[in-house]
């Protein structure tokens, strides 16, 4: 089964309003940019957004903070985009705030189809009001349900038209995970090849999980922070 489609606007073309989207990357590295530029650009709304971080205030996610796109983030770190702080400050934009860690274990029970998971982080904070908790062998616990979405945007370096693919260095964050963890995941790459030209060992996340590809174009690629050693 071919599961290209011609770009990224006809990937976000059926996407509704008020649709729950897992996009993944870990700050500005192994977004999908083009994806969500063709969202931008279609200007679906009331979207509820599962992202490790926000972006920046022009670029990634931060250009659909912008244009008022985004009702709800779920999110771990969201420290660089201004335009976050300030509607999450006026009460324009309803955000969830989960620890790192129990994130990406959220995810990963939701592509799983595990029901929930009793961790220690947050016990005894904010983020533990109204859950389950237990002690386990004298330790507290809390009880954290699983995350899933209706769709899922990706970025891997390398696909296939069956929808193999291979992602590369840093950008193999929340990637692979959230293919998982979604109804429907569409794949941006960098390199689009035939089905049986990526060696099967090779594979991070197997073409089942993905539902839509397509080959991304000018790539920006930004550094959210660069810093370097003086001499």
Known sequence: MNKVLPGAAEAVARIPDGATIMMGGFGLCGIPENLIAALRARGTSGLTVISNNAGVDD?????????????????????ENKEFERQFLTGELEVELVPQGTFAERIRAGGAGIGGFFTPTAYGTLVAEGKET????????????????????????????????VYRRTARNFNPVM?????????????LVEAGEIDPDQVHTPGIFVQHIVQGADYEKRIEKRTVRRA
């Open 179 to 191: 293919a998982t963890a979604a109804t429907v995941t569409i794949a941006e790459v960098e390199h």
């Open 134 to 165: 237990r002690v386990i062998d004298g330790t507290p616990y809390v009880l954290e349900r699983p995350l899933h979405a209706d769709f899922a945007f990706v970025k891997a370096w390398k696909g296939d038209t069956v929808g193999n693919l």
């Open 59 to 79: 670029f990634g996610i931060g250009i659909l903070l912008r244009a008022r796109q985004i009702r709800k983030m779920i999110s771990t770190y969201v420290g």
